[in-house]
């Protein structure tokens, strides 16, 4: 059996020090220092195989802080793995408490096509992988044809009710394969639209109106909030097409990423996919003439096939469902905890599903720096990320 993990890791602005990714906001060389040691702990912690990182702003940052938790591995494994010469060397305590170092080659990086100039930086993703790839990495951002999506007509057939279209992603997402015993995994890093507004510009105005908080105006900036929900929902359908178009082909997929939303966000259900209803024997066909025309026991159970065929589901509730807990949360804003943060799994890796490649045993999260400071006792770090880092364990079953 082999046993690995995967970890999605949002790790809060990383760039080196000296430079301004947003406006007025750089890093200075203690500053970073400070960053790249705190990164390097966690991922020491995490100790994952396969870790997907968001909010990376240079690929050079990275490899950097990769460097810094590989030394403090081969330290860390010089101090307390025992050599062969020492008779205790073979007991199984020491299989876990040596961390294996990632390999550099490992890393497949996907930079932002909207990266701009100093102050207007655009964040892009990362996958670490200790297994490497299989091909070539892909990056999604800039659609081939812009997605538009029409709004049908509320009444009768009095033409259209609008579309909205979308020709870039906010980030890139990026999709691997990655080799793991004797299975190859797709898995697909995400970071979707977050919830600030997004505001436009008049032409030759300094700003948009709807930031000037000394003159508020919240019906502008509910628009604002609207133009961000759509934004992600629409590159959720874009990542929901990619994962049906692998699991169509038979491949295993894991999805990780900051989604910006929680697990019944309708986003998030939209990457999940549909969840059946429990019989469609009862329901009016599609094309129904009378009250009678229902489908069959059979279609219902076609229905039903075909719909938890392309679903995902959150390793996190599969955790909550085996261990009756739920302390999960990766942000905090405004004093609400919540997990916006997911590790979404095909059925290939489901505990009802006896065709199963892997099971899951257990899923953690490091989230004891994630304060707002909205409380008097609660301190912020602002070096620290603003998410908690979440991993899901998992052993591949014997073919």
Known sequence: MTDFTIA????????????????????????????????????MSLDADIIGFQEIFEEEALLDVIGEANAR?????????????????RKAIF????????????????????????GHRRPGVAVLSRF?????????????????????????????????????????????????GDQVITIFNCHLKSKLGEFVRPEGAEFAPEVDLTNYDPVGRALGAARSAMRR?????????????????????????????????????????????????????????????????????????????????????LFVRKSLRDMVYTSAFGGVFESIDQIFLSRHFHPDNTSRIADMTY????NDHITDGSHPEAPYNKLASDHGQIMAHLTLRDA
């Open 8 to 43: 999605s890791f949002n790790v809060k602005n990383l760039i080196g020090a000296d430079q301004e990714y947003y406006q007025f906001q750089r890093y200075t060389p203690e500053e970073y220092a400070w960053k790249r040691d705190w990164m390097a702990d966690q991922m």
């Open 73 to 89: 591995a081969h330290d860390l494994n010089a101090a307390t793995i025992p050599d062969e010469s020492k008779r205790y060397h």
């Open 95 to 118: 299989r876990k408490l040596a961390v294996k170092p990632w390999p550099k080659d490992g890393l497949a990086f996907a930079a932002n096509a909207a990266d701009g100039e100093p």
């Open 132 to 180: 490497g790839f299989v091909g070539t990495p892909e990056i999604i951002q800039d659609l081939p044809e812009p997605l538009t999506i029409p709004f049908p007509a509320l009444r009768g057939d009095e033409g259209d009710a609008g579309h909205y279209t979308l020709s870039r992603l906010s980030r890139p997402i990026l999709k691997v394969r990655v080799p793991i």
């Open 233 to 317: 929902m629409a590159e959720a359908w874009v990542l929901r097409k990619l994962v049906v178009d692998e699991l169509r082909a038979g491949n295993p997929v894991a999805v990780m990423g900051d989604f910006n939303d929680g697990e019944h966000a309708v986003s998030s259900e939209i990457i999940s996919g549909e969840v059946p209803f429990k019989n469609y024997a009862w329901m009016l066909r599609h094309d129904a003439k009378t009250d009678r025309d229902r489908y069959s026991r059979e279609e219902s159970a076609q229905i039903t096939e075909d719909i938890e065929a392309v679903r995902l589901h959150s390793a996190e509730k």
């Open 363 to 366: 899923f953690s999260v490091l």
